[in-house]
Structures are given as structure tokens and as C-alpha cells.
């Protein structure tokens, strides 16, 4: 059992930027494949960055250029660092886990775990 504890939320004015953080229990947390994920009011979940053991990233086209993702295996921590933020990027921020697996994953089917959420806002 992997469990997900997300946090760094909060309200940010457009062009401000916010760090996310997703502390995970395990311990290979370093051979999980991860992935954010973000869930706006009235539409469905979708991903938003994902990084394998080895790395690899993905970004969706929305967030490419303004948002990083990363993780520390040393502390099993996933990051994401959330820079120049639009008001479209206001949703319930997640972040999911999947263990021992090295491709990248960017459904929301593919990960068996999956944290509480944090809200991110921002006013225009």
C-alpha cells in the first residue's frame, strides 16, 4: 500500500507561481512511476505532468514551458513547481503512484494510488 499526502495549495494571483509538494510512503519510492494530476470544477480529471524512476517527463501541452516536475528519493517527495499560473489553471491538484513501473504513465487508469488533493486558485 502506497500512501500520498499532497500539499502546497492555496490562492495565487495570475502570473504568481506555487510549489506542490506529494510525500509518499514506501520504501522504493524511487522506482515509482508519478504523475499530477488536476480536476477543475465540472470536468473530468486530467493529467498535468508525469516523470518516471528514470526521469523521464512528460508535460501537457497546457502547462509545457510554466510547470516542472520533479521528486527527491532521498526524502519521497514529488514536486511541482507551478510558474507564470493562469486562472484556468485553478482545480484540485493530485498527485498518483504507481509502483515498479518505469514508463511513463498519463491516464488516470494506470495508477492504483492516488492522493487527497489540493486546491489551487487563481484570480485574475
Known amino acids: 500500500q502506497v500512501q500520498l499526502v499532497e500539499s502546497g495549495g492555496g490562492l495565487v494571483q495570475a502570473g504568481g507561481s506555487l510549489r506542490l509538494a506529494c510525500a509518499a510512503s514506501?520504501?522504493?519510492?524511487?522506482?515509482?512511476?508519478m504523475g499530477w494530476f488536476r480536476q477543475a470544477p465540472g470536468k473530468e480529471r486530467e493529467i498535468v505532468a508525469a516523470?518516471?524512476?528514470?526521469?523521464?517527463?512528460y508535460y501537457a501541452d497546457s502547462v509545457k514551458g510554466r510547470f516542472i516536475i520533479s521528486r527527491d528519493n532521498a526524502k519521497n517527495t514529488l514536486f511541482l513547481q507551478m510558474n507564470s499560473l493562469k486562472p484556468e489553471d485553478t482545480a484540485v491538484y493530485y498527485c498518483?503512484?504507481?509502483?515498479?513501473?518505469?514508463?511513463?504513465?498519463?491516464?488516470?487508469?494506470?495508477?492504483?494510488?492516488w492522493g487527497q488533493g489540493t486546491q489551487v486558485t487563481v484570480s485574475s
Open positions: 516523470i518516471t524512476r528514470s526521469v523521464a517527463t
Open positions: 514506501g520504501r522504493t519510492f524511487s522506482s515509482y512511476a
Open positions: 498518483a503512484a504507481h509502483p515498479d513501473y518505469g514508463r511513463l504513465l498519463i491516464m488516470t487508469y494506470e495508477y492504483p494510488y
